[in-house]
């Protein structure tokens, strides 16, 4: 039987590697942050196929390009960049600045959010990355399905003319719901490889099947696409 003194003793001691244990798994995440700085560039051969199917129309788009990225700015763990979208030929098609926190928790989107080109550096096999965010924002709605996912393994692979200990990144994501028109089933697979030292993207492939139905189970839209990026070119070591 435990007297009054022992409960508080006990008490006590259980609070304090609570304590003990948020502290360092806090501290853990604290360590996480990024290997680039203002001024690093880098390139990729960009590969982009996607298919549209409804009942009203049908569309097949399959073309190449070059993404060029540049830090602009970085403050402790925040990164802008600029985006540029650039033909063969060099006329630029779409350009865009970016900004985020490499760290924290991303959302999932067909053009770089800063999670997708940046994951924190020095990390290894096991190792968990920010939260992902898968997102569904067809028609009227918008859908969001978190999860984590751990470093499967860290491999040596040639990028840019140098030999790279490069994280491997992959999973798979099958989600299902409900929409105001009906309901919707979205399955998306990534394959990634990124530098350990810098954190930096080194190549990626994505693809992506949503697929739309109504209250009869007939499909109204369907959507296909596939990301392909390779890194060609960089300031980082070459």
């Given at each position: 039987?435990l007297?009054?003194?022992?409960?508080?003793?006990l008490?006590?001691?259980t609070?304090i590697?609570?304590?003990?244990?948020?502290?360092?798994?806090?501290?853990?995440?604290?360590?996480?942050?990024?290997?680039?700085?203002?001024?690093?560039?880098?390139k990729?051969?960009?590969h982009?196929v996607?298919v549209?199917?409804?009942?009203?129309?049908?569309?097949?788009?399959?073309?190449?390009?070059y993404?060029?990225?540049?830090?602009?700015?970085?403050?402790l763990n925040n990164?802008?960049?600029?985006e540029?979208?650039?033909?063969?030929?060099?006329?630029?098609k779409?350009?865009?600045?970016i900004?985020?926190?490499?760290?924290?928790?991303?959302?999932?989107?067909?053009?770089?959010?800063?999670?997708?080109?940046?994951?924190?550096c020095?990390?290894?096999?096991?190792d968990?990355?920010?939260?992902?965010?898968?997102?569904?924002?067809?028609?009227?709605e918008?859908?969001?399905?978190?999860w984590?996912?751990k470093i499967?393994?860290?491999v040596?692979?040639?990028?840019?003319?140098?030999?790279?200990a490069?994280?491997?990144?992959?999973w798979e994501r099958?989600?299902?719901?409900?929409?105001?028109?009906?309901?919707?089933?979205?399955?998306r697979?990534k394959?990634?490889?990124?530098?350990?030292?810098?954190?930096?993207?080194?190549?990626?492939h994505?693809?992506s099947?949503?697929?739309?139905f109504?209250?009869y189970g007939?499909?109204?839209?369907?959507?296909?696409?596939?990301?392909?990026?390779?890194?060609v070119?960089?300031n980082?070591?070459?």
């Amino acid at each position: 039987m435990l007297n009054n003194n022992t409960r508080s003793y006990l008490g006590i001691a259980t609070l304090i590697i609570t304590l003990i244990i948020f502290l360092t798994l806090n501290q853990k995440q604290e360590t996480h942050t990024v290997g680039v700085k203002v001024g690093d560039v880098a390139k990729y051969r960009t590969h982009y196929v996607g298919v549209l199917h409804s009942e009203e129309t049908s569309s097949y788009t399959d073309v190449e390009y070059y993404t060029f990225i540049e830090v602009l700015d970085r403050h402790l763990n925040n990164i802008t960049f600029k985006e540029t979208l650039i033909d063969f030929n060099g006329s630029v098609k779409f350009e865009q600045v970016i900004n985020g926190d490499p760290t924290k928790p991303h959302y999932t989107h067909p053009h770089f959010r800063v999670n997708d080109l940046f994951i924190p550096c020095g990390l290894t096999k096991g190792d968990l990355l920010p939260q992902t965010i898968v997102m569904c924002d067809e028609h009227d709605e918008t859908k969001e399905f978190p999860w984590s996912q751990k470093i499967n393994e860290t491999v040596r692979r040639v990028y840019c003319g140098a030999w790279r200990a490069a994280n491997h990144v992959t999973w798979e994501r099958d989600v299902e719901g409900l929409i105001s028109q009906g309901r919707f089933n979205v399955f998306r697979s990534k394959n990634d490889y990124y530098d350990q030292v810098t954190g930096v993207l080194l190549e990626s492939h994505l693809n992506s099947t949503k697929i739309y139905f109504d209250f009869y189970g007939r499909t109204t839209h369907m959507y296909v696409s596939i990301y392909d990026y390779q890194l060609v070119e960089t300031n980082l070591w070459s």
